[in-house]
């Protein structure tokens, strides 16, 4: 740059120094020696001055707006806002502000874009998963309307397959739902007080002819008291204890010498309760470990498809604990098992008498 700091500070230096020196050859009496030293030390301090004062206050500022505009445009944001607190120079808080807002921007622009890779991820998943279903329910009774149909054995056969298939959709529409309602808030919960073994026992008795099926053997832990009451959503928490104890079922080891088991442990602390849903499954590998609670995610997309999974059990379980300000948390070892728990909150000790007690059950029910 022609007019750096340098060259205003060596003009405006010499007009400083001859407008003194002129000032002072009007005294009389002043040598030409005293005005040449008067000369060259108004040049000297004045340089000095004007040169450090626009080289470090201005300039290198006015460069510093120049390079981040330049890395802007050139859309290249990895850099970071350098200036520690908030500065009292107002071109280097000018700077700072430009920094700020560039990598504001920065993380709208790269979650909008993760929001889009999502958004196309989940169109691309939702008609996979609708397509199956579909396409098989229309195979059938395309065969059926081709002839098949006079064929009184497989007829029903048929028919009974499309309606599993068309079943399945409908299943699967409803999670889709669920979730998406989860999701933008307009599923409110319905906070009781319930009894949560009594809800454990129920989802146990539901699903114990699909363990006995693949003998599989469900116990409770030995300290499992025999009533626990929690402050939550009664149905959705029945969701989630039965997709956590479904999966336990669902993933066990194939073909294995040992019994397989699943177990549910309750520990009651303080104010909190947990539950835990353990089973000596196949484990989930490390690395599926945070992925498995995103919608539609399985972890061996074939095996699982062949146990009917669409991968949103847990995306629901996700969604419906945090709406009860509460998480849940894996633990898995390949080959092992996994533990799935959560916790929730407690009825208050000061609660109810034996007779409100009831008076709550059968509110609740
Ligand atoms: N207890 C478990 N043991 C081993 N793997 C599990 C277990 N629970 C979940 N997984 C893995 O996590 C994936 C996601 O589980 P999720 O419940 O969300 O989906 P899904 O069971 O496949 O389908 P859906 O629950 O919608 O029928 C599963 O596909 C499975 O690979
Ligand atoms: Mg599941």
Redesign the pocket.
């Given at each position: 740059m022609l007019l750096n700091a340098r060259a205003v500070a060596i003009l405006l230096a010499v007009c400083i120094a001859t407008i003194t020196t002129a000032f002072l050859s009007l005294t009389e009496g002043v040598s030409q020696m005293a005005l040449l030293v008067a000369f060259m030390l108004a040049f000297g301090s004045s340089y000095l001055l004007t040169f450090i004062t626009l080289e470090f206050f201005i300039f290198r500022e006015i460069n510093r707006i120049y390079e981040v505009l330049n890395k802007l445009r050139e859309q290249e944001y990895a850099f970071t806002d350098e200036g520690a607190g908030p500065s009292s120079n107002p071109l280097k808080r000018i700077n700072q502000e430009i920094y700020s807002y560039a990598s504001d921007k920065q993380r709208e622009i790269e979650e909008l874009k993760r929001m889009a890779a999502f958004r196309r991820e989940f169109l691309a998943d939702v008609s996979h998963e609708l397509k199956t279903p579909i396409f098989a329910a229309q195979g059938y009774i395309y065969t059926l309307l081709d002839g098949a149909v006079k064929d009184k054995t497989v007829r029903t056969k048929f028919l009974k397959k499309a309606a599993k298939s068309l079943d399945g959709l409908d299943l699967l529409v409803q999670?889709l739902l669920t979730l998406s309602q989860l999701e933008i808030g307009q599923i409110k919960m319905h906070y009781v007080y319930f009894d949560l073994i009594r809800i454990i026992r129920d989802v146990c008795d539901q699903v114990e002819g699909k363990a006995e099926k693949k003998e599989i053997v469900l116990r409770f832990d030995a300290n499992m008291p025999e009533q626990l009451w929690v402050w939550a959503d009664k149905q959705r928490i029945h969701q989630v204890i039965m997709?956590l104890i479904?999966?336990?079922i669902?993933?066990s080891k194939e073909e294995s010498e040992e019994p397989s088991w699943v177990e549910i442990k309750v520990e009651e602390g303080r104010h909190r309760v947990k539950v835990s849903v353990s089973?000596n499954?196949?484990?989930?590998p490390q690395e599926?470990l945070n992925r498995?609670?995103e919608r539609f995610?399985?972890?061996?997309k074939s095996r699982?498809k062949g146990?009917?999974?669409?991968?949103?059990?847990?995306?629901i379980?996700k969604h419906i604990l945090e709406a009860h300000k509460s998480r849940v948390e894996v633990k898995?070892v390949v080959g092992e098992?996994?533990t799935?728990s959560f916790k929730l909150k407690k009825k208050k000790e000061v609660a109810a008498k034996p007779a409100e007690k009831q008076e709550l059950i059968k509110k609740d029910e």
């Open positions: 999670d997709n479904s999966n336990a669902k993933y089973d499954g196949r484990g989930i599926h498995i609670f995610y399985r972890v061996e699982s146990s009917g999974g669409t991968g949103l059990g847990l995306a379980v898995s098992g996994s799935f």
